[in-house]
């Protein structure tokens, strides 16, 4: 009898120590990341506290103003990630150079790489899944995600008593090339909860000169910084 609990007692602790390591490795996490709505789903989870270091389109919370940046997603380069000492990075698949995460990879660095396109309100609650598995906040994971819903359903409450759809032209100016946010973007998203109608009918961006912007007739354009 109490050789059996002995044994009994020994399995238990081992198996409390192993949950109990996963939990802290989970919980102690020095994450890394590279796309601002990426930074955005890791605080809105309550983990921003594990995350040393942001790329330059992470812009909120505010807090994230004052971490270290590894410079812009499109622009990446291994040294700056690395020289933070990161458990874990984050970052959208389409990240450059094309190497870089291979490269974190070869580094030991645990890589968790998520889909940015197309940009669908399907895709953020598969990006949120993902990365509240990893952190292991499935709990926080799934209330974010109802907030989410329960939001769209207000806002999509609302414009439904609108006559009318406003129509819109989300136009993107860098460098003096006018892009365009086409289907498939997260723009085109916002666009459609918010009740209007994208008269871009390309997909993703595109761009177009000055003179071509006028075939959008009665458009209302918005300039996106």
């Known amino acids: 009898m109490k050789k059996k609990f002995t044994e009994k007692f020994v399995l238990f602790l081992l198996i409390f120590s192993i949950n109990s390591l996963i939990n802290f490795s989970s919980a102690n996490q020095r994450i890394v990341i590279a796309g601002g709505a990426l930074t955005e789903i890791v605080f809105a989870l309550g983990a921003g506290d594990q995350v040393i270091g942001v790329d330059k389109t992470s812009s909120f919370p505010k807090q ?10 499109k622009l990446l380069n291994i040294e700056g990630i690395l020289s933070l000492k990161p458990s874990l990075f984050i970052t959208l698949s389409d990240v450059e150079p094309e190497n870089i995460i291979d490269q974190v990879n070869q580094s030991k660095v645990d890589v968790l790489a998520l889909k940015r396109v197309p940009g669908t309100i399907e895709l953020l ?41 406003t129509k819109v032209l989300a136009l993107m100016s860098m ?5 365009v946010a086409g289907k498939n973007t997260t723009i085109d998203a916002l666009i459609t909860i918010a009740g209007g109608e994208n008269l871009a009918n390309h997909n993703s961006f595109k761009s177009y000169t000055a003179e071509s912007l006028i075939n959008y007739p009665k458009s209302r354009s918005y300039h996106i910084e």
């Open 64 to 73: 994230v103003k004052q971490l270290p940046q590894i410079g812009y997603w």
């Open 125 to 165: 609650y598969e990006n949120i899944n993902k990365i509240a598995v990893k952190l292991d906040k499935q709990k926080e994971g799934q209330a974010l995600i109802e907030r989410i819903k329960t939001n769209i359903a207000d806002i999509e409450a609302k414009v439904a008593t609108h006559a009318q759809k």
């Open 175 to 179: 460098g003096g090339t006018n892009s």
